[in-house]
Each structure stands twice: as C-alpha cells, then as structure tokens.
C-alpha cells in the first residue's frame, strides 16, 4: 500500500530563516510521482512541485528547493530565507504513474514565520 | 476559465438530511477526484472518475456516492448525513496523455460541510 508521511506536525521560525519540510513515502510500485501542496490560510490548495520517480535532480525555483533521495524514500522542500507569506500548510503527495485521479497526502506540515 | 467551481461554499445539516454537492470544472479535464481534508489527516481520497461513465472508489468511500455522466461534472451525493462527514471536501481535476504520465491536480476552493 502507498503512504506519505510528514512527521513534522507544525514548524515555527523566524522569517529568513531557512526551513526544511521533511516528507517519506512507502510504495511497492518503481514508478510514480511525487507532489508538493501549499494550503495558504485562506484555504485553496496550490501546486508547487511534481517529479517523477526517475528524475532524482534536486530542483530549485526561487527560494524553494526540493531534494528527492530515492534511497531513503524522501522528498524533502527546503524554503530559503523565509517570508511571512509563507506560513501555510504544506502537502506531500504521491501518486501512481499514469494515474492522475489518486493522490496519497501527508498528514501536512503547518508551517508559522514570525517577523 | 473558471477552473474547478464547487458550491455551495458552506452548507449545515441535520443528522439523516441527504444533499449533493456539485463540482464542475471547464478545462476538458479527464480525471476528477473528490478528497476530504480532516484536522491532522491531510487529504484522503472519496471517489475519482477517470473519464464520463467511469469511477472508482478511494480510501474512504463509505456513505458517498458518484456518477459522471459529463466530462464537466462529477458531482458528490452524501446519502444520508452523520456527524463524521463534518468536513472540508475539495474536488479537483486533472489532465493526463493515458498512462504515459501523472499530471498535477487543479483544486477547487473547497465546501465547509458540518453535520448537526
């Protein structure tokens, strides 16, 4: 059976500095996908990220960067510098391949900046 | 484009009452999903159609029904109301070139259900 889990429940720092959101997943299948959701206060969901199980390059865009590590069933996103604006709650997902109708969430990470 | 629409935004009910809420979106989507999200227990999956006249059930399935008779639609009938469908309920959709590939999903703004 799939599974995500985010063992981290809330997260608190302080803004610029660095966080990391960590995210393991279980699945018997050599393919598949993994996501990465921002739930902002406001409440709708908003994509970030998705990488395919062959692709284990560390991606950065911005401030955001994300380490997929096969080996140790992990993909972890890493905020730089961080801004108030990021206080939200953060998903990981994973997905079957070619199958787009079933994601497997994380429990998230709520994630609080203080000025 | 709208993108994925759900309504209503909020809706309470008693115990028993039997309501749908809908979800439509407008991007010639072929997956659609509904999730619920529960304090601590992320998003879990009720029903998905992979295309009109197909669907198949999720994690958590029971007390809820699904038909898509359009590629727009994918409504989701709660039967008979209990306390423990108080919940946020997401629809979402989402493309895919058949089995060559899992896109992300586009999510709707959400209903707050609450079952008295």
């Known amino acids: 059976a799939q599974k995500v889990t985010q063992a981290q429940t809330e997260i608190s720092v302080v803004e610029k500095e660095d966080v990391t959101l960590d995210c393991v997943y279980e699945?018997?299948?050599?393919?598949?996908?993994l996501f990465w959701y921002k739930q902002p206060p406001s409440g709708e969901l908003v994509f970030l990220i998705r990488?395919?199980?062959?692709?284990?390059q560390n991606e950065i865009s911005g401030r955001y960067s994300w380490n997929f590590q096969k080996s140790t069933s992990s993909f972890n996103f890493t905020i730089t510098a961080s801004q108030v604006v990021d206080s939200a709650v953060y998903f990981c997902?994973?997905?079957?391949?070619?199958?787009?109708?079933?994601?497997?969430f994380g429990q998230g990470t709520t994630l609080q900046v203080k000025p | 484009n709208a993108g994925v629409t759900q309504t209503p935004k909020f809706q309470v009910l008693k115990t028993g009452q039997s309501m749908t809420l809908q979800c439509a979106q407008d991007?010639?989507?072929?997956?659609m999903s509904w999730y619920r999200q529960d304090p601590g227990m992320g998003l879990r999956l009720i029903h998905y159609?992979?295309?009109?006249?197909?669907?198949d059930q999720g994690e958590v399935p029971n007390g809820y029904n699904v038909s898509r008779s359009t590629t727009e639609d994918f409504p989701l009938r709660l039967l008979s109301a209990a306390p423990s469908q108080t919940s946020v309920y997401f629809c979402?959709?989402?493309?895919?070139?058949?089995?060559?590939?899992?896109?992300?999903?586009?999510f709707g703004p959400g209903t707050r259900l609450t079952v008295t």
């Open positions: 979402a959709s989402s493309y895919s070139i058949t089995g060559a590939a899992t896109y992300e999903q586009y």
């Open positions: 997902a994973l997905s079957e391949w070619g199958n787009t109708g079933k994601l497997i």
């Open positions: 991007m010639n989507h072929e997956y």
């Open positions: 699945t018997r299948d050599t393919t598949y996908y």
């Open positions: 159609s992979v295309g009109a006249g197909i669907t």
């Open positions: 990488r395919n199980s062959f692709d284990e």
